[in-house]
């Protein structure tokens, strides 16, 4: 049979909003797998979970009914205002989203930053989920649904608005169609690979006998060419070495023994879907996300990480991750920003201004591709807030 085409997909929306629970109904899966998280009820890590969609006759499904026709990936953005950062991190890695807006509670602040967020990493195919329908009355669902269109703008004006309760399972076979109507993202498999990393981990359980331990992992995505198990690989910028008082990057060059797409283990990685690499690298190197941020290729094939990155801005004319509307100033000089490049989350300095072109300073090196976006935040009133994006000239 031929490999089903697959899609990652972002689920984005304010905290509460019910990304989760529809997540649930989207895969038969809790994306939430950390101890915090189950706790509180929220998400905050990023969230993974894998379904195939089914067509039988006019009837989407999960349940295996009737044929295959698409692979999802779905990543699972926090909604919390604290971790936008992370919400960057997950608009990197996706080819479309849905955005979920609560009926009942409408657009709130962090459904404006979302939105923002897919915007500043030119993600352009989005669905809006309409959630929570079963809370309000018809007058009521109206209402928002005109709420909704006037604040998609002329940009997503476009995107369809699903009406769903989550909770009780409503409307959840078209939410399955319209993304099985998505547009397969193109992708380059013949061009040096690119692998984002996402996060990193050790998958050994406590008292695994030295035989039988298995070597760090990446996970994350495929963004243009192949890997295969076997493929040396060079890690960039690579791990954290101190010399002195002074920390510096260093690249790792390993092996691939092992590559997952979703749960399944395969020979070879083409682009689509959320997927891992095990290495032949100490499991120690992966714990705690170390890696994560960093960029995977063939050795010598990635170019040498930059303490400086030259940006093309556009700043959004207010910020909205607020209870109430704040104009967003201009940049300033030595004025201190967060930038989100490719998965990694880097501090910067303004060193110099020439109109709407920016020149920081790292205090992490970066891997730098010219036109990619960049997200650009601000901290304001004691947390990062999206101001605008920057393409790298």
């Known amino acids: ?38 706790k509180r009820g929220i998400t905050i890590k990023l969230g993974y979970a894998d379904t195939t969609i089914y067509k039988d006759g006019e009837n989407y499904n999960i349940e295996k009914k009737g044929a295959p026709i698409r692979h999802v990936s779905f990543i699972d953005a926090p909604g919390h ?51 929570k329908i079963d809370l309000v009355d018809k007058e009521q669902a109206k209402k928002n649904y005109k709420e909704i269109k006037n604040f998609l703008g002329k940009q997503y004006s476009e995107a369809e608005i699903i009406p769903v309760s989550a909770q009780q399972g409503v409307n959840i076979d078209q939410v399955l169609k319209a993304i099985a109507a998505l547009p397969s993202p193109k992708s380059n498999i013949d061009s040096e690979p690119i692998f984002l990393v996402a996060r990193s981990f050790d998958i050994n359980k406590p ?24 493929d040396e690989i060079e890690i960039k910028p690579g791990r ?55 960029l995977v290729s063939h050795p010598d094939k990635l170019p040498d990480p930059s303490s400086q990155v030259n940006l093309k801005c556009t700043l959004f004319q207010n910020l909205f991750g607020t209870s109430s509307q704040i104009k967003v100033e201009g940049i300033e000089l030595k004025e201190i920003l967060m930038l989100s490049i490719n998965t990694s989350i880097t501090g910067g300095t303004v060193a110099s201004l020439d109109k709407n072109e920016v020149t920081i300073s790292l205090k992490v090196p970066a891997l730098l591709f010219k036109g990619e976006n960049v997200g650009i935040a601000r901290k304001i009133q004691g947390h990062w807030r999206l101001i605008g994006f920057g393409e790298i000239i």
């Open 1 to 38: 049979m031929e490999e089903l085409k697959t899609i990652n997909v972002g689920i984005f929306g304010h905290i509460d909003h019910g990304k989760t629970t529809l997540l649930k109904q989207l895969t038969g899966k809790w994306a939430d797998t950390h101890s915090e998280e189950l």
């Open 81 to 131: 205002e604290m971790l936008m950062a992370t919400t960057l991190s997950g608009a990197t890695l996706i080819d479309a989203a849905l955005l979920v807006i609560a009926a009942n509670e409408g657009i709130k602040p962090q459904t404006h930053e979302h939105l923002m967020a897919l915007q500043a990493k030119k993600v352009s195919k989005i669905i809006i989920i309409q959630n």
């Open 207 to 230: 008292g695994t006998i030295p035989g039988k331990l298995n070597g760090a992992v990446l996970g994350g995505a495929l963004k243009q060419g192949k890997l295969k198990v076997g």
């Open 240 to 294: 954290t070495v101190i010399e002195g008082t002074e920390k510096k990057y260093r690249p790792v060059k390993t092996k691939i023994l092992n590559l997952f797409r979703g749960s399944k283990k395969v020979q070879e990685l083409t682009p689509g879907g959320s997927m891992s690499i095990e290495t032949e690298l100490d499991m120690s190197l992966g714990k705690r996300d170390l890696l994560a941020g960093n």
